[in-house]
């Protein structure tokens, strides 16, 4: 493979992952053309900026702007490699939708020649790649694509899923090992050569269906884990017994480490990606479908809970603290704390004071609510009934003695030491 500054590369998808991955490919010397089918993005990023919040990302995308390394499209050109970044949501049956997946692959087709490599990072289905590649081989019957082809293909095809955690975007894409499928071993060596041009991490090659399912099977286990904490969470408080202590004790024995419980569970990696594989298997899955209804069923709970304890209060004004999926970031997408604070808005009304250091404002959820966006230290001053929905780091800071007659409700176990009492007197609540 040539050196990376010989190379062109098309990220297609500028987005949460799209945007980071294009602007690291950049900063090793490669040329590199983003690809969205948004002409606000695309704007956005030709005057090196950035249309998301990620730690360092604005600064490095102006850098490698203004030394011609990176710039944006609606259209795509002719490359040499190719990495697909687009989002792979799932439906309202909880199937996966691939079709932007597909529609990328449609886009970049025309423009592919012989020697090109086609990366899909996107989180998806086992068997994506392969219609990835049967799609292109569709549209370019004149290219030998593998696995629609019979002797030595033209194209390399790969699956390489990113595995990095927002507000460490930029570190962890560089830093983490990278699990590299190829439609064939030729392929995934391929891609190997390209990723060590730009990763420190381990390279490591396999099939590009067991690629997929690594990606799917990591969050799962994560889910399936958070599952058994907010299950517990919600056996313990209805035993009168904080689920915080229980999990510290129980964690001191050397082989358990149980995780810590919350409002359910966030983000669009974690709560999605295991109905992709229940969605392959639905025989089989039954801990990983049972994980997911746990988990939804736990955001549910905290709704119930959260709204008898404002009806017993009838005079007290709420804050619901935190917005995000999870702490210290400026993301909302499928987060649980935007579920219950925009049920308990709908309900409430103007009653319900939102708190989100990392908003400038509401997400849409909260339209018509009457519900506001606050500062701290005005729900702080204003609020008698403190609903815990994301432990930022300056939730955590606010000392005993600004909400020790605070009514809290505490799904995060941010405040060990809350005074406990009946409701109305400072209790703290298990999550």
Known sequence: MPTASDQKVVVVGLGYIGLPTAAVIARAGAHVLGLD?????????????????????????QGVVDRGLLRASLTPEAADSFVIAVPTPIREDHKPDISYVLSAARTIAPVLKPGDLVILESTSPVGTTEQVAKMIADARPDL????????????????????????????ELVNNDRVIGGITPRCARKA???????????????????AEMVKLVENSYRDVNIAFANELSMIAEGMGIDVWDVIALANRHPRVNILQPGPGVG??????????????????????????????AKTDYVIGRAMRMIDENPDARVACLGLAFKPNIDDFRESPAVTVAAALARRFGERIA??????????????????????????????????????????????????????????????PDQPRGEVGKGLRRAA
């Open 267 to 296: 983000g669009h990696c974690i709560a999605v990606d295991p109905w992709f594989l229940v969605a392959g298997d639905p025989e089989n899955s039954h801990i990983i479908r049972t994980a997911r209804e746990v988990n939804e």
């Open 354 to 415: 939102l708190v989100e250091p990392y908003a400038a404002g509401l997400p849409m959820e909260f339209a018509g609510t009457g519900a506001n966006l606050v500062e701290l230290d005005d729900a702080l001053a204003e609020c008698d009934l403190l609903i815990v929905l994301v432990d930022h780091d300056m939730f955590r800071s606010i000392p005993l003695d600004e909400r020790a007659d605070k009514i809290v409700y505490d799904t995060r176990g941010l405040w």
């Open 192 to 210: 190997m050569g390209f990723y060590r041009q730009f990763v420190r991490g381990a390279c490591l090659t396999t099939t590009a269906r067991a």
């Open 37 to 61: 089918v948004s002409q606000h993005i695309v704007d956005t990023v030709n005057e090196g900026r950035v249309h998301i919040e990620e730690v360092d990302l604005h600064g490095l995308v």
């Open 144 to 171: 030998k694509v593998p696995g629609h082809c019979t002797g030595t293909p033209d194209l390399y095809i790969a699956y390489c899923p990113e595995r990095v955690l927002p507000g460490r975007i930029l570190i």
